[in-house]
């Protein structure tokens, strides 16, 4: 009933930019708070961004002042955009929608930060 598409994920160098994209389907996107996770190897899987459906937004104190999450309800779409980038972000990250019978969550879009 609810898919999420990521995309936007690739290999940059430390210092760069990429902007993610999260399309979601069904209609209940625009009253549902939504949400960036990431996984790197070995490691759990960690909230990095969430945004309400009024705007309101929280981050990681590991992303702040580089991170920005905003929502596009015209488009039913999310987006991360990622700057001043380390190799520490290193990870697959996954767009997550906190509907009201349960959470969705996208296949997850690559991100390495390498030189």
Known sequence: QVQLVESGGGLVQPGGSLRLSCAASGSIFSISPMGWYRQAPGKQRELVATISPGGITN??????????????????????????????????????????LGRYWGQGTQVTVSS
């Not at 999450?69 to 190799?87: C, G």
């Open 59 to 100: 981050y990681a104190d590991s992303v702040k002042g580089r991170f920005t999450i905003s929502r596009d309800s015209a488009k039913n779409t999310v987006y991360l955009q990622m700057n001043s980038l380390k190799p520490d972000d290193t990870a697959v990250y996954y767009c997550n929608l906190n509907g009201v």
